[in-house]
């Protein structure tokens, strides 16, 4: 099969691989659709230690082309949208509900071979189906948009809250549209003209690029952007009481003073990936509740995988979508 393969930070080969072989509980998908992720940035930039060679891509959709003699619900030529998160399923975290945290997960293009090829094997579990009505490039949104339902989920919203989205990019403009549906009021911010105007499209109910958010206070904050200066305006911007969600991460410390916390009692969650979120997701997506597809900023061969990465780091593209 064709992969593209990471040999060594910034530089992606096409390869002929063997075709992954499917375990008795296992299923064969034939890769379709594959999104390019901030986290596959950072493996390719060398900021992220895997081992090389590697294969990069969670973000994916295709057909069930080959079932383990175990597999139950799907068959062969099944649609299905991939969950890249591999859990133990028997440990004390799993067991309360938190999977998604836990110590032994494997994820696809981390410490497994990801999607970035022609095929990629899971497990029966973690290949959810999706409606004919649903694009190949929508299942692949699927993942994003999951953490996007994820952070919502944990955000608390009451019927007319404030809530403000700190940066505009897909997981931002994700996550604005589920507060919304929600029942919040939702104000997104980012510095890039082009995200608001999308973010516009896509139904926030206010903008801004920051500069006007100094008198005003927020129920309800999700931080998209994953930045030090976003962390510390989210923490200036919560209402007494209120709750600020971390969706994004940049990998530098920040220093807080703990006191505005306490006195404010301001609740700080972090959310990582979904817990059990995924049906929910395809829902909302095939019934178009959630807007998934225009937030793919453009769509690439698959040839172009390191092309598509690049734009990403010079900031020229939002969420490029390779089809094969």
Request: aromatic residues 4%; hydrophobic residues 45%.
């Given at each position: 099969?064709?992969?593209?393969?990471?040999?060594?930070?910034?530089?992606?080969?096409?390869?002929?691989?063997?075709?992954?072989?499917?375990?008795?509980?296992?299923?064969?998908?034939?890769?379709?659709?594959?999104?390019?992720?901030?986290?596959?940035?950072?493996v390719f930039?060398?900021?992220?230690?895997?081992?090389?060679?590697?294969?990069?891509?969670?973000?994916?959709?295709?057909?069930?082309?080959?079932?383990?003699?175990?597999?139950?619900?799907?068959?062969?030529?099944?649609?299905?949208?991939?969950?890249?998160?591999?859990?133990?399923?028997?440990?004390?975290?799993?067991?309360?509900?938190?999977?998604?945290?836990?110590?032994?997960?494997?994820?696809?293009?981390?410490?497994?071979?990801?999607?970035f090829a022609?095929?990629?094997?899971?497990?029966?579990?973690?290949a959810w189906?999706?409606?004919?009505?649903?694009?190949?490039?929508?299942?692949?949104?699927?993942?994003?948009?999951?953490?996007?339902?994820?952070?919502?989920?944990?955000?608390?919203?009451?019927?007319?809250?404030?809530?403000?989205?700190?940066?505009?990019?897909?997981?931002?403009?994700?996550?604005?549209?589920?507060?919304?549906?929600?029942?919040?009021?939702?104000?997104?911010?980012?510095?890039?003209?082009?995200?608001?105007?999308?973010?516009?499209?896509?139904?926030?109910?206010?903008?801004?690029?920051?500069?006007?958010?100094?008198?005003?206070?927020?129920?309800?904050?999700?931080?998209?952007?994953?930045?030090?200066?976003?962390?510390?305006?989210?923490?200036?911007?919560?209402?007494?009481?209120?709750?600020?969600?971390?969706?994004?991460?940049?990998?530098?410390?920040?220093?807080?003073?703990?006191?505005?916390?306490?006195?404010?009692?301001?609740?700080?969650?972090?959310?990582?990936?979904?817990?059990?979120?995924?049906?929910?997701?395809?829902?909302?997506?095939?019934?178009?509740?959630?807007?998934?597809?225009?937030?793919?900023?453009?769509?690439?061969?698959?040839?172009?995988?390191?092309?598509?990465?690049?734009?990403?780091?010079?900031?020229?593209?939002?969420?490029?979508?390779?089809?094969?």
């Amino acid at each position: 099969m064709k992969a593209a393969v990471m040999i060594e930070p910034e530089v992606i080969q096409i390869q002929d691989l063997p075709i992954p072989k499917v375990s008795a509980d296992g299923v064969l998908i034939e890769i379709h659709a594959v999104g390019l992720c901030g986290s596959d940035l950072t493996v390719f930039k060398g900021q992220r230690a895997v081992g090389f060679p590697h294969v990069l891509g969670h973000e994916a959709s295709g057909k069930v082309v080959k079932v383990g003699p175990a597999v139950k619900k799907l068959k062969v030529g099944d649609r299905v949208a991939i969950e890249p998160n591999f859990r133990c399923g028997v440990c004390e975290i799993c067991r309360r509900g938190t999977s998604n945290l836990c110590p032994s997960k494997e994820t696809l293009g981390l410490t497994l071979p990801g999607c970035f090829a022609e095929y990629v094997k899971v497990a029966e579990p973690y290949a959810w189906k999706i409606p004919d009505s649903m694009s190949y490039l929508e299942g692949a949104l699927v993942e994003p948009a999951s953490v996007a339902v994820h952070a919502v989920n944990n955000l608390g919203i009451r019927l007319g809250d404030s809530v403000l989205v700190l940066g505009a990019g897909p997981i931002g403009l994700l996550a604005m549209q589920c507060a919304r549906l929600a029942g919040g009021e939702v104000t997104v911010s980012d510095i890039a003209t082009k995200r608001l105007d999308l973010a516009v499209e896509l139904g926030a109910d206010h903008i801004s690029d920051g500069h006007d958010l100094r008198e005003r206070t927020f129920d309800r904050i999700i931080d998209a952007a994953g930045m030090p200066a976003t962390f510390l305006a989210a923490l200036s911007l919560v209402k007494p009481g209120g709750t600020a969600v971390l969706i994004g991460f940049g990998g530098r410390p920040v220093t807080v003073d703990p006191t505005t916390v306490v006195r404010q009692e301001i609740n700080i969650k972090g959310v990582m990936a979904c817990a059990d979120e995924f049906p929910r997701t395809i829902e909302l997506i095939g019934k178009r509740k959630l807007q998934a597809k225009p937030v793919a900023s453009c769509e690439l061969k698959f040839d172009e995988i390191e092309r598509g990465l690049r734009l990403m780091d010079d900031k020229t593209a939002i969420k490029p979508v390779v089809l094969l």
